[in-house]
């Protein structure tokens, strides 16, 4: 059975406004490693190269484009995350989120919650599909 899972879509309009969207992609069940037990698996995708990133309590990003489309997997911690349009959300442990406002007015994000966030930012081609 092919369930969606969530994530956080963050990208510039034709006029550089950037904006965020809930967007979903497909996993299913596999035999992942076997003999371990099937588990959810979205299809494979390819990258060019990961960071671990770790963010001050009190950091604050400033308006900013993403250097490169990345899928940023949040480890510990939570941050803020407002676009040029008004919107904001907040990503916490456990929240995906794809970056792909590259140009334009970019994004603002915010530390908050009195701790250091941790995540991991998987850089991936310009040609690759998001989900």
Known sequence: ?????????????????SHL?????TVQPEQFA????????????????????????DWVG????TPSRQWMFVMAGEATVRTSDGS???LRAGSICLLEDTR???????????????????HIPDDEPAA
């Open 1 to 17: 059975m092919r369930r969606p899972l969530e994530y956080i879509r963050v990208f510039s309009d034709g006029d550089g406004e």
């Open 21 to 25: 969207e809930t967007a979903t992609m």
């Open 34 to 57: 076997p003999p371990a037990p099937p588990l959810d698996v979205s299809a494979m995708s390819r990258a060019t190269g990961w960071n671990l990133l770790r963010f001050a309590p």
């Open 62 to 65: 400033g308006w900013h484009c």
């Open 88 to 90: 904001q959300c907040d």
């Open 104 to 122: 334009g007015k970019g994004h603002l994000t915010t530390i908050i919650g009195g701790h250091e966030v941790l995540m991991v930012a998987v």
